[in-house]
């Protein structure tokens, strides 16, 4: 009972002190369900409206400062003012904007994942982790003209491809199964089950969302085992995992999936950038 | 002035005074904190122990030496059976000496004499590794893959073939497990087996994790050795572990092979055996080359003044006794967990540090300039002799060397701390090194 009392003081505490943040949710309201548009970064009764940041400080529209230890949720490598980045991009704001061509960076860009990722044999970028788990998913169904997808309990690829708690209504309406994270003998049984169906595996080498539990090397090591046997891509998810080495884990474990995403860091969040990779046929 | 040609010879060092648990005093009063076992993975129990003193002047007052020739003695039998008693079956009988270096020299002129005894006198090639190190003597440094510790010596050695060493860090590729790597190093064996010929080769010498000295303590990875076993086994080559270093307990194992499941024909233990109190060695032999030997010459052809030293081996018996009866070889397990808790913690994200590696509480750090492209510091910049220089200033004793990558560039600085450390002297450690480190690096500037 006490700690629910307090609990209620430090609410009202930060209502109180937080009228600007509390002014600009109702306002949000209006025109967003919610008052959001990235519900991760919702809490009640509303969350803080940041101003400005500043290496790894941030300042909300009421004034506090505080220090960053979310990091734009894995993908703030830099911080909030790296002065190698901010230069690039006002070098590029200053060559003029929408030109309708390839870009002189892009090419680079890839050669230099490329060189660094074992899987990477070629790649197409686009706007965030979301989009290039979709992308990566539609190739592998188009390519193997099979329907299915395996993923793992409590996974998270994206906004519609949310699998803790059984899924979720959002999700994109594609023929999932799914199967429990780092448990070799139930997850092998589920490839067997469906392998005739079977386009894709996508998982994530170390367990994000459901609170960054790493994959057992032999786990990986069957999962690539078995989608080479039936015929699967084996895509993944390394869209947060990228920043853990060099090679991303994939470099780490040595275990190569067919099909790579990557989103947040690569871009360290200064713009959108992600991209799904394949190796060759 | 001093009468000793010094390593350096327009140095003198500090001269050591007293020591205590994982402290060591100088004549000027100057107290170290002990990270590395009396500065090589030596003194295994921390300085000072009432158990090993009582059994050394006990000894002492009854024979200290008697040559082995006319006699053995009640603590070099003892000894030998407890060291057998904790080795895997098989390995059965023990040669004493008085060192590491020695111990190598003992288990090359072993296997040579089994292959004499077998009746196939063609049998006398060794092949090692590269960035190996089994001693300073000339047979121990023929076998040593350390380019700058042999090369003035180069005329006097024998020649041994030398194949790649399992060293995950710079030559595991990005799309290879750590399986697949051991199995493609070890392949190397068998290339070099049929290259020379499998008539001739006697034996191959290894260490299951590689001395401090020269590779920083590259552990060998998961199948690596038991590959290696089953190719010394396909073509009868005697298979030498060299535990000097890495055994007695340090990486958590009696043995450090026994984590890799395979069992030598020889193991040459050494260091932490006597725990510092003693010099002291041994070699542990399979029962196949103890029976060799009694079925045919019945005679061991090799011999040194002080094997089987009585008051050594009284001292190594009341170290290995200690070190059970505290629980030393599981607490090296969980304080190496520890330590390696703590380096990740302090240095894992360290600009300069490319590998914290290692078993149990023998641990290698790997310096580089880039981590990205595992580029080493300038060897001219000899970063290795500054950050032990900053490190004794700072009051703390580690063994960093260079030369890590092939002789020449890489710096490493090896841990290798008492097996009974205690917490807070890790967590102190680590915290000078941290230092340490930092100083070394800002004097590069």
């Known amino acids: 009972m006490k700690a629910a009392g307090r609990l209620d003081d430090l609410r009202e505490a930060y209502v109180r002190n937080h009228p600007e943040s509390c002014a600009r949710h109702e306002r949000a309201q209006a025109w967003m369900p919610g008052g959001n548009t990235r519900s991760v970064l919702h809490f009640d009764p ?51 904007l929408v030109l309708s061509g390839p870009n002189t960076a892009e090419s680079e860009l890839a050669e230099l994942l490329c060189r660094r990722f074992p899987s990477l044999e070629r790649l197409r970028f686009c706007n965030s982790g979301t989009e290039a788990n979709l992308f990566a998913l539609l190739t592998a169904i188009d390519a193997t003209g099979r329907k299915r997808v395996l993923v793992f309990e409590d996974a998270y ?37 469906h392998e005739d169906d079977l386009a894709a595996i996508l998982v994530e080498p170390l367990l994000g969302a459901a609170g960054n539990i790493p994959a057992e090397a032999a786990f990986l090591a069957m999962l690539r085992e078995e989608a080479t046997r039936c015929g699967a891509v084996l895509i993944f998810d390394e869209v947060k995992t990228s920043r853990l080495g060099r090679a991303g884990l994939q470099g780490h474990y040595g275990i190569v999936p067919d099909m790579t995403t990557l989103g947040k860091n690569i871009s360290a969040r200064a713009c959108p950038l992600a991209h799904s990779a394949a190796r060759g046929p | 002035m001093s009468a000793i040609l010094h390593r350096k010879t327009d140095t003198v060092p500090p001269a050591v005074a007293q020591a205590d648990g994982l402290w060591v005093t100088d004549s000027d009063g100057r107290r170290y904190l002990d990270a590395v076992s009396g500065g090589a993975a030596v003194s295994a129990i921390g300085h000072r122990d009432e158990r090993v003193r009582d059994a050394i002047l006990r000894q002492f007052d009854a024979v200290s030496y008697a040559h082995g020739s006319f006699f053995t003695s009640e603590p070099a039998e003892e000894l030998a059976a407890y060291l057998v008693g904790k080795a895997p079956a098989g390995l059965s009988k023990v040669v004493f000496c008085s060192g ?36 300073a003597t000339l047979g121990a440094l023929s076998v040593g893959g350390n380019l700058p510790r042999r090369a003035l010596y180069e005329p006097l050695l024998f020649e041994a073939e030398l194949i790649a060493p399992c060293y995950a860090y710079r030559e595991r590729r990005e799309d290879e497990t750590e399986r697949d790597y ?21 034996a191959f010498i290894a260490e299951p994790v590689v001395v401090g000295a020269t590779l920083g303590c590259a552990p060998a990875v998961d199948g690596y050795l038991s590959e290696v076993r089953a190719i010394c086994d396909r073509y009868g080559v005697l298979l030498i572990l060299d535990e000097i270093m890495c055994g007695s307990g340090r990486t958590g194992y009696r043995f450090a092979f026994e984590e890799d499941g395979v069992v030598p024909d020889i193991v040459t233990v050494a260091k932490g055996l006597g725990g510092g109190f003693v010099p002291m060695g041994a070699t542990l032999v399979h029962d196949r080359i103890a029976d060799a030997i009694a079925a045919g010459s019945g005679a061991l052809a090799h011999g040194f003044t002080y094997m089987g030293h009585a008051l050594a081996c009284a001292a190594a018996l009341a ?14 397990a969980a304080s190496g967990t520890a330590l390696r808790r703590m380096l990740e913690a302090s240095l894992g994200q360290h600009r300069h540090v490319g590998d914290i590696r ?49 002789g020449r560039a890489g710096d490493h600085i090896l841990l290798a701390p008492a097996l009974n450390a205690r917490e807070d002297e890790l967590a102190e450690i680590v915290a000078r090194l941290g230092r340490s480190l930092d100083a070394a690096l800002e004097t590069l500037k």
Not at chain 2, 182 to 195: M, P, Q, S, V, W
């Open chain 2, 100 to 135: 590491g270096s020695e111990a190598v020299e003992t288990a090359l002129k072993l296997a040579r004499q089994y292959w004499v005894e077998r009746g196939e006198p063609g049998r006398g090639k060794i092949i090692a590794r590269r960035q190996s190190y089994h001693g």
């Open chain 2, 319 to 332: 170290v290995q006794r200690a070190v059970d009866e505290d629980g030393l070889v599981a607490a090296a």
């Open chain 2, 182 to 202: 051991g199995l493609r190093a070890a392949a190397e064996l068998e290339d070099a087996i049929l290259r020379l010929g499998p008539e001739t080769v006697a």
């Open chain 1, 46 to 96: 509303f969350p803080l409206v940041i101003a400005s940041g500043r290496a790894d400080m941030l300042t909300d529209v009421d004034g506090y400062e505080y220090i960053d230890c979310a990091g734009e949720f894995s993908a703030g490598l830099y911080g909030h003012s790296d002065p190698v980045i901010v230069a690039a991009l006002h070098e590029v704001l200053d060559n003029g």
């Open chain 2, 358 to 406: 290692g078993r149990g509480l023998f641990i290698g750090i790997e310096l580089v300039a880039d981590r990205e492209t595992k580029a080493p510091f300038d060897p001219a910049a000899k970063l290795h002799a500054v950050v032990k220089a900053s490190a004794m200033e700072n009051g703390l004793m580690i063994y960093p060397s260079g030369g890590t990558i092939d």
């Open chain 1, 157 to 193: 690829h994206g906004g519609v491809l949310t699998f803790a708690g059984g899924g979720s209504p959002m999700n994109v309406p594609f023929d999932f199964v799914t199967a429990s994270f780092n448990d070799i003998e139930s997850a092998r049984a589920s490839v067997k089950r």
